[in-house]
């Protein structure tokens, strides 16, 4: 065992750099020292927003959770394995309106349009949407009737497994539409359009 002054942290933390942190998995040039709370001992070089994030994960672990902070590693692996499994597909309503207000705050008028026509609206459904609060009451009666025709169709293809490859292509859309809006990334910074 060994200690590292502070005056040799600088010179360790270089000589140690990963070419990506290990923990997100992308380039930085922001590393830090990663050392565990309860040792003290160091653990390696991550980047400074993964020592942040493990660090709120630990204190959540260990205070409100009241949490043995060595059965941390198998709390993180089943938080893996509890995201990855298959969506449900069925709507939450605070999901609802988590979509909602990110389509509401998130996306230009453009992009609005373009996922209210992914969602299955009409040319006369676009057409009378004259401000952005037309779009979005079109925007949450359409996630709506979405999910309602997923679950009804998900409980006749239990019966029947073939689905259309336009109707699998229709539902691949709009679950990228979705996402992005569960992202937030779909607001374009160089697009100004103003919201009316």
């Known amino acids: 065992m060994t200690y590292l002054p502070a005056s040799q942290l600088a010179k360790w933390r270089k000589?140690?750099?990963?070419?990506?942190?290990?923990?997100?998995?992308?380039?930085?040039?922001?590393?830090?020292?990663?050392?565990?709370h309860s040792s003290g001992e160091i653990r390696g070089?991550?980047?400074?927003?993964?020592?942040?994030?493990?660090?709120?994960?630990?204190?959540?672990?260990?205070?409100?959770?009241?949490?043995?902070?060595?059965?941390?590693?198998?709390?993180l692996e089943n938080i893996a394995s509890y995201l990855r499994q298959p969506e449900s597909e069925?709507?939450?309503?605070?999901?609802?309106?988590?979509?909602?207000?990110?389509?509401?705050?998130y996306l230009n008028k453009e992009y609005q349009i373009f996922a209210l026509a992914t969602l299955g609206a009409t040319i006369s459904e676009l057409n009378a949407c004259i401000n952005i609060s037309h779009r979005v009451k079109l925007f949450k009666n359409?996630?709506?009737?979405?999910?309602d025709k997923r679950n009804k169709s998900h409980t006749s293809t239990c019966a029947?497994?073939?689905?259309?490859?336009?109707?699998?292509?229709?539902?691949?859309?709009?679950?990228?539409v979705l996402l992005s809006l569960r992202r937030g990334h779909t607001r374009s910074s160089k697009t100004s359009s103003t919201k009316t």
């Open 90 to 105: 069925i709507l939450h309503p605070v999901g609802l309106k988590q979509l909602t207000s990110r389509f509401k705050n």
């Open 45 to 75: 070089v991550i980047s400074r927003q993964a020592n942040t994030l493990i660090g709120k994960i630990e204190n959540i672990h260990t205070s409100m959770c009241k949490g043995d902070p060595t059965e941390l590693p198998n709390v």
């Open 15 to 36: 000589e140690n750099e990963p070419s990506k942190c290990p923990i997100l998995n992308r380039e930085t040039d922001d590393w830090v020292v990663d050392h565990d």
């Open 160 to 176: 029947d497994s073939r689905r259309t490859k336009s109707s699998e292509g229709s539902d691949k859309q709009v679950r990228r």
């Open 142 to 147: 359409l996630l709506k009737k979405y999910y």
